[in-house]
C-alpha cells in the first residue's frame, strides 16, 4: 500500500492474554487485504510482550514475493481490545507505505487474531493471522447432525448422482441429490436414527424437483461412520422403490453411497467463519465447507472441470478473498489454475454464477501438490457456495 497509489501492501496485528497469564511473544503468520481490493498479501509478525506493552517487527509481502516491507510496531492491550500501530518502515527506503493503525480481536483459544485497519491516505482494510507451532488445535465434538456431501452410486446406471444429507438433532432432516444423467436434482424429506456403528436412514418424500415428470427413488440405507484424514465418513448401501410405488411393485435397482463431513477445530472454525462473513457481506450467500485438504507443498494446481452433464455451468473461484478465476464456463476440459498458499488455513470457494440448464452448479474441483492429487465434487446454488480448507501437510 504505497502512498502514491494507496494499494494494499502491510499492516500490523498483534495478541495479547494478559487475563490468563500467557505470552503472546512469537511468531504469527497471516494475511491482510483491503475494502475492496482484489489483492491479498501475506504478513510476518515477531512479537516480545513485557505486561500491556507489546513490541516487535513485522514483515509484509505480495503475493508473488516481488514487493514487500519491514516495520517496526508497537501498541496495547487494554479494556478488550488489541491496538497496534506501524511506528516507523525500516526497509525499503522508497517509496514510502502507509502507517497502519490497528485494532484487534483475540479468539477464545488464543490462536488466532483478527480486527480492521486504518492509515492516512489509504483505504482500510482487514487482517488475520495464525500464531505458529506450538499447541494443540482442540477439535470440535463429534455430532451426526450437519452436512454431509458426497455421491450415490446405483447398479443399473453407467452415471453418478452427487448426494448431501442434512440431517438435524431431532431425527429429521433431508436430501439433496443432482443427476449427471436425466431427472435434474430433487431435495427429500427424511428420517434417521443412530445405530450402533452410525445412521440409518429412510426418504419419506420429495420437497422440491427440478422436473416435475421425473420418478425418483425413495432411498434408505444403514451407512457406516468412520474417520479419515481429516473427514468423517458415512458408507453404505442402500435400496429403494420409487415414488408412488412400493418395494413391491416399484423396487429401484440398488447402490451405494460415500459421504464426508469435515473434522472441525475452533481454530479452523473460527477462521472459516471470519472469511464466510466477509464473502457473505459482499454476496449474500453462505458457505458451506465440503471438505479439509492437507498439501505437502505451498505451490498447488487447482483444476475446475465438468463431470457429468455440459449443462452451462459458470463459476468464479475466490482463494483466501482473492478472485482466482473469473465467470468460467466448465467443460469436461480441466482448467487448471497454479496458485500459491500460505502455510496456515487457505479457504477456497466456489461461487455460482450460472447453474446452467441442470441446476446447482456442480462441478469437479482437483488439489495437486505434484505428490497427489484430490478431486472432490462441489455443489454450488444462488443462496450456498460450497468451499474446500487446504492445509499444510501434518504428522499427526
Not at 440448464?357 to 465434487?377: L, R, Y
Request: hydrophobic residues 35%.
Amino acid at each position: 500500500m504505497f502512498r502514491t497509489n494507496s494499494l494494499i501492501i502491510t499492516l500490523l496485528l498483534s495478541v495479547v492474554s494478559t487475563v490468563t497469564g500467557q505470552s503472546i511473544s512469537g511468531q504469527w503468520q497471516g494475511i491482510v487485504w483491503q475494502t475492496n481490493g482484489s489483492d491479498t498479501f501475506s504478513y510476518d509478525l515477531r512479537l516480545q510482550q513485557q505486561g500491556q506493552a507489546v513490541s516487535g517487527q513485522a514483515t509484509s509481502s505480495s503475493k508473488d514475493g516481488k514487493t514487500s516491507a519491514t516495520f517496526i510496531i508497537s501498541g496495547r492491550w487494554a479494556e478488550g481490545q488489541l491496538q497496534l500501530q506501524e511506528v516507523e518502515q525500516l526497509s525499503p527506503q522508497s517509496p514510502l507505505w502507509c502507517l497502519k493503525f490497528i485494532t484487534a480481536r483475540l479468539s477464545k483459544d488464543q490462536r488466532i487474531i483478527d480486527g480492521d485497519w486504518k492509515a492516512t491516505g489509504c483505504q482500510p482494510g482487514f487482517m488475520r493471522m495464525t500464531k505458529v507451532g506450538g499447541s494443540y488445535e482442540e477439535e470440535l465434538p463429534f455430532s451426526y447432525p450437519g452436512r454431509w456431501t458426497g455421491y450415490l452410486s446405483q447398479s443399473d446406471r453407467d452415471y453418478g448422482f452427487y448426494y448431501e444429507l442434512n440431517l438435524t438433532e431431532n431425527g429429521r432432516g433431508s436430501s439433496h441429490i443432482v443427476s449427471e444423467g436425466a431427472g435434474g436434482e430433487a431435495t427429500h424429506e427424511l428420517r434417521w436414527e443412530e445405530t450402533e456403528k452410525g445412521i440409518q436412514f429412510w426418504e419419506d418424500g420429495i420437497a422440491e424437483r427440478t422436473d416435475p415428470d421425473w420418478k425418483w427413488c425413495m432411498k434408505n440405507g444403514q451407512l457406516l461412520q468412520s474417520r479419515e484424514d481429516g473427514t468423517y465418513q458415512l458408507s453404505g448401501d442402500w435400496s429403494g422403490y420409487l415414488e408412488h410405488k412400493t418395494p413391491a411393485t416399484g423396487a429401484c435397482a440398488p447402490g451405494t453411497v460415500f459421504l464426508t463431513k469435515p473434522v472441525m477445530t475452533q481454530v479452523v472454525q473460527e477462521y472459516v467463519d471470519s472469511h464466510a462473513d466477509a464473502y457473505h457481506e459482499t454476496s449474500g450467500r453462505t458457505v458451506k465447507v465440503d471438505r479439509i485438504l492437507q498439501v505437502r507443498s505451498d505451490k498447488i494446481r487447482i483444476k475446475v472441470w465438468d463431470n457429468g452433464i455440459v449443462d452451462g455451468d459458470i463459476l468464479t473461484l475466490f482463494l483466501n478473498g482473492q478472485q482466482i478465476l473469473h465467470e468460467y464456463r466448465v467443460n469436461k476440459r480441466k482448467w487448471s489454475i497454479p496458485v500459491d498458499v500460505l502455510q496456515g488455513e487457505n479457504l477456497l470457494i466456489l461461487h455460482a454464477d450460472d447453474l446452467g440448464d441442470i441446476p446447482p452448479n456442480t462441478v469437479a474441483v482437483s488439489i495437486d501438490d505434484g505428490v497427489k492429487e484430490q478431486v472432490i465434487v462441489l455443489s454450488s446454488n444462488l443462496r450456498e457456495s460450497g468451499a474446500i480448507l487446504i492445509q499444510p501437510f501434518k504428522v499427526n
